[in-house]
Nanobody, 129 residues
Framework: QVQLVESGGGLVQAGGSLRLSCAAS????????MGWFRQAPGKEREFVAA????????RYADSVKGRLTISRDNAKNTVYLQMNSLKPEDTAAYYC??????????????????????WGQGTQVTVSS
């Protein structure tokens, strides 16, 4: 029912930047918490970043903290992942996800993929050495 469509992936040199977008449609509303996850070939899907429904609370995986920034524009029903200082180990398929806002559970639960109800199809990010 709810559709999440990622875009903005591509090939970039190490140290470069990229901005991913996730456009929501259907039943998705601005009251949803949003997250970004990624999955590299042969590896398990892992948490990258999350943002609360109001956009004031965020959290990041330690591996991306200081380099990637999550943000949202509720008027456009879009969530972004600004990726700077990219490294080859950032290479993965990136997925956005949504769920009804976690409220006081945001920091304790937002990194768990099974907390999210809706998922996008993924966009590939490849960082060359």
């Amino acid at each position: 029912q709810v559709q999440l469509v990622e875009s903005g992936g591509g090939l970039v040199q190490a140290g470069g930047s990229l901005r991913l977008s996730c456009a929501a449609s259907g039943g998705t509303s601005s009251s949803y918490a949003m997250g970004w996850f990624r999955q590299a070939p042969g590896k398990e899907r892992e948490f990258v970043a999350a943002i609360s429904w109001g956009g004031t609370n965020t959290r990041y995986a330690d591996s991306v903290k200081g380099r990637l920034t999550i943000s949202r524009d509720n008027a456009k029903n879009t969530v972004y992942l600004q990726m700077n200082s990219l490294k080859p180990e950032d290479t993965a398929a990136y997925y956005c996800a949504a769920r009804p806002r976690l409220g006081p559970r945001f920091y304790s639960r937002s990194s768990y993929q099974n907390e999210y109800d809706y998922w996008g199809q993924g966009t590939q990010v490849t960082v060359s050495s």
